[in-house]
């Protein structure tokens, strides 16, 4: 979508490693008002599927989930990076590789806050090799909640995650995806 492309050709910083730095607005420093169109573009696109929670992963994702559950009148449930105790099984685990700091982590999420009758829109800022989101996926499959829809800020589609859900049958939206970047030029996919 044009208001993010146009605010990653602004404000991003590519960084050696495939990394675009956005922290001025996107998940360091936060432009409430950009995340309040990410939240309303995915409404748009995902509010006739019944969706009962929304589900990132922390820290991130958080802020994106916010101003989208304030559109779809649902609750947030983030999964957890810092170590919980899984004590009498209350807790969905999932390994996740961290693309940015190159470590796993556990996340976990609390049984009470997701079940079999959940309707789940996935959101996060960024899609890469798409290890998050697929932690969140298999959160989901645990949990036995049905997946209505992924919602992403940002997709770097020269890396595999964003193709491969779409393969496997994902209804992806990515309101950005960058399939070249370098320190002089971006360059989006055209259908994003
Ligand atoms: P994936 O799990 O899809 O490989 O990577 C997605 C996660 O890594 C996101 O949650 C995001 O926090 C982080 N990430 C991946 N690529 C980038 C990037 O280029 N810039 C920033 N700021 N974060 C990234």
Do not use: W
């Amino acid at each position: 979508m044009k208001f993010m492309e146009d605010r990653i050709l602004k404000d991003g910083q590519v960084r050696p490693g495939n990394i675009l730095k956005v922290d001025s607005f996107l998940n360091h420093q936060l432009d409430v008002k950009l995340l309040n169109e990410v939240g309303k573009a995915f409404y748009e696109r995902f509010k006739d599927k019944g969706v009962t929670k929304i589900l990132t992963v922390e820290a991130s994702g958080i802020a994106i989930a916010c101003m989208t559950a304030n559109y779809f009148g649902t609750p947030v449930v983030f999964a957890k990076k810092s170590k919980s105790r899984n004590l009498d099984g209350d807790l969905y685990t999932s390994v996740v590789h961290s693309f940015t700091y190159g470590i796993d982590n556990t996340v976990t999420l609390s049984k009470k806050f997701l079940g079999a009758d959940d309707k789940v829109l996935i959101v996060d800022d960024f899609l890469a090799n798409g290890k998050a989101v697929n932690g969140l996926l298999d959160i989901c499959r645990q949990a036995g909640a049905e997946v209505v829809g992924i919602g992403i800020a940002i997709e770097k589609g020269f890396q595999r995650g964003g193709d491969d859900l779409r393969e496997r049958g994902y209804d992806l939206l990515s309101l950005a995806v960058v399939d070249e970047m370098s320190d002089t030029r971006i360059v989006f996919r055209k259908e994003a």
